[in-house]
């Protein structure tokens, strides 16, 4: 009789959060790996594919609701004020729809470790019983906080109590409640409109919606957590910082499953979306953000951190810092190496130690491989720029281009004050100030001539000093 249909995901995050102790930053809106809390509930939510997707939101509603915009423009963001409760926080997002059949997923917004597997299984169950309610429950160490499932002698849910509620037989119970329902979409409409306030808090709470259902004679089921890490709850940073050790190690063993050798998962940290293809090595200490992607055979590490970036097949990126560059394939980059936006890196290049290349293609085959400066410039295939070379890309007032050939050979030390443009297989003298284009095959150089004052130290200095003698 129960309709398979997910009708709506309804998302409780009008909360305030007090104990994020943020004036900045609401609570739902911390990050874990490259993503809002919102952001890993609706994602995981999304997978479930259900014809509405709610948001409940309060305080700090424009920053939330902005956000929601960003991430999934298809769900909606519904306003409850006063906060009064879980369960008037449901009642004003089904206020919000059209008479809904079918089932309805109630999740909170500061529960980010739930997978799209655990409610699909939730759903499922909550199918199977032909139940008016199912809770999905968890059995942990620590209630202290969380509502009770209170079950009758034959196992059956029969309430959930609160915590400030209950007495101590039933703040015995470890099995809690994580929060998170599937509901009858027509049986939770008629036990929503008979919630009251009566309780500690004075709230109108979505669990008393149990103890109506079971009163009413209709189906109560519990889908006990396979994992109870899933449903934890954050409210403080303590346990943010809990959740996104727990979010990286899920996140390290996928990957390791899947092929990625990760030497040391406790300090390597990956951010969700990022993408690493299997006989990828990442050694400790290294930190994967946003849209990183790292192809087959690439080393990572130790000691990098890679932003928005890709690494191609086989190349190695070693205690390097990289934002939105690209690494072409067999590449060397580092040690102490700074990639900003806009690099690419050609096949078989290098980017050495003490290296900054900023918005610029190195072509596939050159080498900038020691304490250099490359800005807004192009740089041709097989050129080598010798160590502790500068591309002077700015005037102070404009940035400006310059252009290497292929096969060129820039000396140490040169100043490539740009705009200039340098030739095919032509040199640089080391040193060398370089103001004006270098024509193809040609050398440039300028720089003051050496020359050699003989005697001058004994004249000057009324002594021939050895170098070593104190001031
Ligand atoms: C709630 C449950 C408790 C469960 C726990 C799991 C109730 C009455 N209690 O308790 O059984 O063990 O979650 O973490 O449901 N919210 C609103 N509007 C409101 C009130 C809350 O949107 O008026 C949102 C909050 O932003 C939060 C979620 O609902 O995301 C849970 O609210 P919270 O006050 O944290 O409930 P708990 O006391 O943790
Ligand atoms: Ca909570």
Not at 300 to 313: F, K, N, Q, R, S
């Given at each position: 009789?129960?309709?398979?249909?997910?009708a709506?995901?309804?998302?409780l995050?009008?909360?305030e959060g007090t104990?994020?102790r943020?004036?900045?930053?609401?609570k739902v809106?911390?990050?874990?790996?490259g993503?809002?809390m919102?952001?890993?509930v609706?994602?995981a939510?999304?997978e479930l594919?259900?014809?509405?997707?709610?948001?409940?939101?309060g305080?700090?509603?424009?920053q939330v609701?902005?956000h929601?915009?960003?991430?999934d423009?298809a769900?909606?963001?519904?306003?409850q004020e006063p906060q009064?409760g879980?369960?008037?926080?449901v009642q004003?997002?089904l206020?919000e729809l059209?008479e809904?059949s079918?089932?309805?997923?109630v999740?909170?917004?500061?529960?980010?470790?739930?997978?799209a597997?655990?409610l699909?299984?939730l759903?499922e169950r909550?199918h199977?019983d032909?139940?008016?309610?199912t809770?999905?429950?968890?059995v942990?160490?620590?209630a202290?906080?969380?509502?009770r499932?209170v079950?009758?002698p034959?196992?059956?849910?029969?309430?959930?109590?609160e915590?400030?509620?209950a007495?101590d037989?039933q703040?015995?119970?470890?099995?809690i409640n994580?929060?998170?329902?599937a509901f009858?979409a027509?049986r939770l409409?008629?036990a929503?409109g008979?919630?009251?306030?009566?309780?500690?808090q004075?709230e109108l709470?979505?669990t008393d919606?149990?103890?109506l259902?079971?009163?009413a004679?209709h189906?109560?089921?519990?889908h006990?957590?396979?994992?109870?890490y899933?449903?934890?709850?954050?409210?403080d940073r303590?346990?943010?910082?809990?959740?996104?050790?727990?979010?990286?190690d899920?996140?390290v063993a996928e990957?390791?499953?899947?092929g990625?050798?990760v030497?040391?998962?406790?300090?390597?940290w990956?951010?969700v979306?990022?993408r690493l293809?299997?006989d990828a090595t990442v050694?400790?200490g290294c930190?994967l953000?946003g849209?990183t992607?790292?192809?087959?055979g690439?080393v990572?590490?130790p000691?990098?951190t890679?932003?928005?970036t890709?690494?191609g097949?086989d190349?190695?990126?070693l205690r390097a810092h990289?934002v939105?560059?690209?690494?072409?394939?067999?590449s060397?980059?580092?040690?102490?190496t700074y990639?900003?936006p806009?690099?690419?890196l050609?096949?078989a290049?290098k980017a050495g130690g003490?290296?900054?290349i900023?918005a610029s293609v190195?072509?596939?085959g050159?080498?900038?491989?020691?304490?250099?400066y490359?800005g807004?410039a192009?740089i041709?295939e097989?050129s080598?720029?010798g160590?502790?070379?500068?591309?002077?890309?700015?005037?102070?007032?404009?940035?400006?281009?310059t252009?290497i050939?292929?096969?060129?050979?820039?000396g140490?030390?040169t100043m490539?004050v740009a705009?200039?443009s340098?030739?095919?297989?032509?040199y640089?003298g080391?040193g060398?100030?370089?103001?004006?284009?270098?024509?193809a095959g040609?050398?440039?150089?300028?720089r003051?001539?050496?020359?050699?004052?003989d005697?001058?130290v004994?004249?000057?200095?009324?002594?021939?000093?050895?170098?070593?003698e104190?001031?």
């Amino acid at each position: 009789m129960t309709d398979a249909r997910l009708a709506a995901v309804v998302v409780l995050a009008a909360g305030e959060g007090t104990r994020m102790r943020s004036t900045r930053t609401p609570k739902v809106l911390h990050e874990l790996l490259g993503r809002t809390m919102l952001g890993h509930v609706v994602a995981a939510n999304r997978e479930l594919e259900p014809d509405h997707l709610v948001v409940v939101v309060g305080h700090a509603r424009e920053q939330v609701a902005a956000h929601l915009t960003t991430m999934d423009p298809a769900a909606l963001a519904v306003v409850q004020e006063p906060q009064n409760g879980t369960g008037h926080a449901v009642q004003v997002a089904l206020a919000e729809l059209p008479e809904l059949s079918g089932t309805v997923l109630v999740v909170l917004g500061d529960a980010p470790l739930l997978t799209a597997g655990t409610l699909r299984a939730l759903v499922e169950r909550h199918h199977a019983d032909g139940a008016a309610t199912t809770v999905l429950s968890a059995v942990v160490g620590d209630a202290t906080g969380y509502g009770r499932i209170v079950r009758d002698p034959a196992g059956g849910v029969m309430a959930i109590v609160e915590h400030q509620d209950a007495d101590d037989a039933q703040r015995a119970i470890c099995e809690i409640n994580s929060g998170v329902f599937a509901f009858d979409a027509a049986r939770l409409r008629e036990a929503l409109g008979r919630l009251t306030p009566d309780n500690a808090q004075g709230e109108l709470y979505l669990t008393d919606v149990v103890g109506l259902h079971r009163a009413a004679g209709h189906v109560v089921a519990a889908h006990v957590a396979p994992a109870a890490y899933e449903v934890m709850g954050v409210n403080d940073r303590v346990q943010l910082s809990q959740a996104r050790r727990l979010l990286n190690d899920r996140v390290v063993a996928e990957h390791q499953r899947a092929g990625v050798t990760v030497l040391d998962p406790q300090t390597t940290w990956i951010d969700v979306q990022v993408r690493l293809a299997p006989d990828a090595t990442v050694h400790p200490g290294c930190q994967l953000h946003g849209t990183t992607t790292v192809a087959a055979g690439a080393v990572i590490g130790p000691d990098t951190t890679l932003v928005d970036t890709e690494v191609g097949a086989d190349a190695t990126v070693l205690r390097a810092h990289c934002v939105g560059a690209v690494i072409g394939e067999a590449s060397n980059v580092g040690p102490y190496t700074y990639l900003r936006p806009g690099t690419r890196l050609g096949r078989a290049s290098k980017a050495g130690g003490f290296v900054e290349i900023k918005a610029s293609v190195v072509g596939d085959g050159s080498k900038v491989p020691h304490l250099s400066y490359v800005g807004d410039a192009v740089i041709g295939e097989r050129s080598n720029i010798g160590a502790a070379t500068v591309v002077v890309n700015y005037d102070g007032r404009d940035k400006h281009r310059t252009t290497i050939g292929d096969d060129v050979r820039i000396g140490s030390d040169t100043m490539l004050v740009a705009p200039v443009s340098i030739g095919d297989g032509a040199y640089t003298g080391a040193g060398s100030v370089i103001t004006d284009d270098v024509p193809a095959g040609a050398l440039g150089v300028g720089r003051a001539r050496q020359r050699n004052i003989d005697g001058w130290v004994a004249r000057r200095r009324g002594t021939a000093t050895t170098g070593d003698e104190q001031p």
